[in-house]
């Protein structure tokens, strides 16, 4: 059974950082694109970043791009991301993500984790 589980996530003042986890299990993700979305309250849910398969890609949304860093572990079965320069409007339930393709530019998604509460005070 595959699962994907965040952590990281929390209360945090405007400028802070946080670095969120996402532990895959259940099968082998090196093979597959992974990212992170975010969905804020009575708003539908929004890409944040991806990587390829063999890590040597990555992508972001213009919101966060240059503060928002993703990476996956040597194992390739954890996914972070670290989050700088944080603002209110970051503020948002972060989901991991598995893509169905190797690709970064992938958006198939298969596979969801729960998700994690992050706020950001002004």
């Known amino acids: 059974q595959v699962q994907l589980v965040e952590s990281g996530g929390g209360l945090v003042q405007a400028g802070g950082s946080l670095r969120l986890s996402c532990a895959a299990s259940?099968?082998?993700?090196?093979?597959?694109?992974m990212g992170w979305f975010r969905q804020a309250p009575e708003k539908e849910r929004e890409f944040v970043a991806s990587?390829?398969?063999?890590?040597?890609?990555?992508y972001y949304a213009d919101s966060v791009k240059g503060r928002f860093t993703i990476s996956r572990g040597n194992g390739k079965n954890t996914v972070y991301l670290q989050m700088n320069s944080l603002k209110p409007e970051d503020t948002a339930v972060y989901y991991c993500?598995?893509?169905?393709?190797?690709?970064?530019?992938?958006?198939?998604?298969?596979?969801w984790g729960q998700g994690t509460q992050v706020t950001v005070s002004s």
């Open positions: 259940g099968q082998t993700f090196w093979n597959f694109g």
């Open positions: 993500a598995k893509f169905q393709e190797p690709s970064v530019l992938s958006r198939r998604v298969d596979y």
């Open positions: 990587i390829s398969a063999n890590s040597r890609s990555t």
